[in-house]
């Protein structure tokens, strides 16, 4: 199961997850391998063989299955800027309490 | 002169990054007597390199971020002394790897400037260091303790302690902090093999990255959990990164810094009541 908030936000209005840069990818799946969230879905028949299914189960601010592509084919957010949004989400949701 | 190691460079024949690997190790080689271990027949037949791996340090050069070498070393249980990773350091000097499969002009230059730090880093690290860390923290921490099978978690109660929804904390004293991962952290991802830590000096935003460490299942980047200067790195963890295994609190502890905006990054930190209710949810659906 994943999170449906996080910090108090709900998970689908924060922008986290990977971006595929398919020029980039070689399709050697490490990613999938490794996320235990089922971020990624692997589709066989398709020109694009690996997609972001759910990018909301992406856990926000993680980047570790970047970390196992070798052709660097992955990117993320900006951190700092999730951050703000965060704060300001969290802030908004506090004076419509 | 330098220590001589045992090197296991990754040799992926069909990346520049794996053949530039094999450059640098040659090069690292005949500068100090380092001896050379092929990872494709270490794997076939280990008895050729085992007493080697036993006796001398081990340099890990990896290409890329799948880090073939730096798996074989965990499988075949090996401690890590120092590591390069090709990828990595071209990012991190802004030299780009060619798509081609023979060393041109920019690898070259990159494998230079590789060699050439790493022995810098070698003398600096030869250096006597100053212990500068500052954070005193209690000779006894009270624990919260959560299991599940085998797997212990636990938790530290003392109100100095904030943590993240990534799992890392943070102890706070005044304006200074000491950092950590938490024993989910440690426990997902078994036997830390090897600690990269930030840069003392280095100003960090909060979330942003604070080194990172390494198993053989993956490597996990150290998320901040406040924003702030790096003023000391646990250097106990470059020889012993197993520290964060035994007691991520204590002796595996991962830095320490000048804050600069507690204030404003408490809003995204919680306590142990609000955290340990996460962690008992998060260890729940936990899986080796």
Known sequence: MSETTFMGVPREKINWAPVIDYDKCNYCMECVKFCPHQVYEVRENDEKRLIIKNPNNCVVFCRACGKTCGPDALSFPNKSETTKYIKEIRKEMESSD | ?288
Request: aromatic fraction near 10%; charged fraction near 30%.
């Open chain 2, 1 to 288: 002169m330098t220590k001589s190691y045992a090197i296991l460079s990754c040799n992926g024949l069909d990346k520049l990054a794996g053949s530039l690997t094999r450059e640098i190790a040659l090069q690292i080689a005949e500068q100090t007597g380092s001896e050379i271990i092929c990872p494709t027949f270490y794997r076939v037949a280990d008895a050729r390199y085992n007493k080697l791996a036993a006796e001398k340090p081990l340099l890990v050069i990896d290409g890329c971020g799948t880090r073939c070498a730096g798996k074989l070393a965990a499988e075949k249980e090996l401690k890590i002394a120092a590591k390069i990773n090709i990828a990595e350091e071209s990012k991190k000097h802004n030299i780009e790897i060619g798509s081609g499969l023979r060393l041109g002009e920019n690898e070259l230059q990159l494998c230079k400037l590789l060699v050439d730090n790493f022995f810098k880093e070698e003398l600096s690290k030869e250096a006597s260091l100053e212990k500068t860390d500052q954070v005193s923290m209690p000779a006894e921490i009270d624990y919260e303790i959560y299991k599940k099978d085998k797997f212990v978690f636990r938790l530290p109660k003392e109100a100095a302690f904030y943590f993240t929804e990534n799992d890392c904390w943070v102890y706070v004293v005044g304006n200074k902090a000491r950092i950590g991962v938490t024993d989910f952290v440690q426990q997902s991802l078994s036997d830390i093999m090897f600690f990269t830590p930030p840069d003392i000096g280095s100003e960090i935003e909060q979330f942003g990255e604070a080194g990172n460490i390494e198993s053989g299942k993956a490597v996990f980047e150290i998320i901040c959990p406040v924003s702030g200067v790096i003023t000391a790195v646990n250097e106990d963890l470059l020889d012993y990164p197993e520290y964060i295994n035994e007691n991520p609190y204590e002796k595996g502890w991962i830095a320490e810094l000048q804050l600069t905006d507690f204030e404003g990054d408490k809003e995204l930190l919680m306590q142990f009541d609000e955290y340990i209710e996460i962690m008992k949810r998060k260890v729940d659906e936990f899986h080796v």
